[in-house]
């Protein structure tokens, strides 16, 4: 049955490469939420479990069945409530890892939902270099996940730049778009905001897009920082909600059937489009 309302809980994080202490994290957020018996789904940023601030830190390859999933599966059923880690590391068939979406719902076993498809090789000035695909395996394919009547389309931070991706979910009619990211400040400040309003107005979508904000500090003391600003749009491009510059937070948005409809209706767009 269609929920005509469905709430989601937002929840911005300042990870580290500490992985007991990320948990410890998204457990004292999920504990932040009222009345989180009514909320629907609760999305975290890209490397919520894992973020790799020094190149000299081993990456860790969790699998479903590990203790750390375990626990938020265990978090999941007490709360009665679906949990969407925006991205870990995950273990591959082929050895490699996976900058992965893992999708956590009560009284089902968890699942990778999607893999990261671009990713992130750059050196932008103001910010270290970064190659995320000498550590991860590409993603493949989009991916859609039906969930109480709402159709919710996966990416992950980069994927953003890639109308592509978000097109294929337009012509699938998604009602809402989970982007969890972790983006640098300096392409945060000229991008993040512009691109997220960008991909809600052009597919007539919600989209949610929890992220990382703040000083990262690593075990072995460096420093990565974040910009943060969690965002969640309307599909009119209305900004429901920013969740500011740093620091962990949480909050809950009503995503409404109603307000979907009323979009498709002022500008019916699917009904226009002219390119394959």
């Not at 009560?106 to 050196?123: A, N």
């Not at 994927?159 to 009619?173: G, I, Q, S």
């Not at 400040?185 to 929890?210: D, N």
Request: aromatic share 8%; hydrophobic share 40%.
């Amino acid at each position: 049955m269609t929920k005509e309302t469905l709430k989601v809980a937002v929840a911005q994080m300042t990870s580290t490469d500490e992985v007991a202490k990320n948990l410890e994290q998204m457990a004292q957020l999920v504990g932040q939420i009222q009345d989180i018996d009514l909320v629907d789904l609760i999305v975290f940023p890209e490397n919520a479990l894992f973020f790799r601030i020094s190149k000299k830190g081993d990456i860790p390859s969790l699998t479903v069945e590990d203790a750390q999933i375990r626990l938020l599966k265990e978090m999941s059923d007490r709360h009665q409530v679906t949990i969407l880690v925006g991205s870990a590391p995950m273990l591959e068939k082929s050895g490699r890892v996976s900058n992965a979406s893992v999708w956590i719902e009560p009284g089902q076993t968890p699942q990778v939902v999607y893999r990261k498809i671009h990713l992130f090789d750059v050196d932008v000035a103001g910010a270290s270099p970064v190659r995320e695909s000498d550590s991860f395996e590409h993603g493949r394919e989009p991916k859609i996940i039906e969930f109480k009547g709402w159709r919710l389309g996966l990416s992950i931070c980069y994927d953003l730049r890639f109308a592509e991706l978000y097109l294929n979910y337009a012509k699938a009619k998604v009602d809402a778009i989970l982007i969890p990211s972790a983006f640098l400040v300096p392409t945060g400040e000229a991008h993040w905001h512009v691109l997220t309003r960008a991909r809600a107005i052009e597919s007539q979508a919600y989209v949610i897009a929890p992220a990382q904000g703040g000083e990262h500090l690593s075990s072995r003391g460096e420093v990565r920082r974040t910009y943060g600003h969690s965002l969640a749009i309307d599909p009119w491009g209305v900004v429901l909600g920013d969740l500011g510059p740093a620091g962990p937070r949480v909050q809950v948005f009503d995503l409404e059937r109603a307000r979907l409809n009323w979009v498709r209706s002022q500008i019916p767009q699917s009904n226009h489009r002219r390119l394959p």
